[in-house]
């Protein structure tokens, strides 16, 4: 996969995306990261890449032309071709089932905004997708860019290590992760719920589903109506539900 990111900071965008699982994928030659930037693509002697807004008010927008101009060279540079997305709050929230719809395209041109963003006719000619990482304003499109980068990058198959599979993460099937514990020198196994030391894997997947789908009742309920539960999940969640209501009478 190869993901083109236009950023005024293609250096944040290269480091990130070095790091890790992500990093990792780019050495196996899985995933391919490019930073572009419109400063380059600036044809006034100032090298202006925003512009104040029509109707005046606080703020400015990136200007259309280097970006523009940047965005044509993106494209060029493979002969692939490319979803455009721009990173935005007005954009649709990211959710791991779009992160797993992205990380199937075989390449990614992400458009980090800065200032007040961008001028909305050239979102409508350039821009396929919006995407929003948060109902929060940053100061810039990079750190979103980088959360998809990662989010997807890490999806491309053979990043992933068998230790650490993406079969087990959260939101794989909708719902929260179970609690996880590991053997320290200070706790050892106290607190640490028996059935994990049972060596019993039937009854340790039973609880760890369990826990999912008890977390996701108590945090989560909203993907909880989302989430196909089949009888078994209904049972094994009916069960948490009762057992916990035991324990805490009050907030039953
Ligand atoms: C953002 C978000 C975000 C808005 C103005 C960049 C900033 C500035 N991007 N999810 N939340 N972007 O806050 O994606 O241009």
Sequence with gaps: MRIDVVTLFPDFIRESAALGVVGRAQERGLLAVHGWNPRGYATDNYRRVDQRPFGGGPGMLMLAEPLGACLAAARAADPAPARVIYLSPQGERLTQAKVRQLAAEPRLILLCGRYEG???????REVDEELSIGDYVLSGGELAAAVLVDAVGRLQEGALNHADSATQDS??????DCPHYTRSEATGTEGVPPVLLSGDHAAIARWRRQQSLGRTWLRRPDLLARARLDKADRALLAEFIAAWRAENPAGA
């Excluded at 961008?118 to 409508?124: M, P, S, V, W």
């Excluded at 939101?171 to 929260?176: M, S």
């Design 171 to 176: 939101f794989e099937d909708g719902l929260l």
């Design 118 to 124: 961008l001028d909305e006719r050239f979102i409508d």
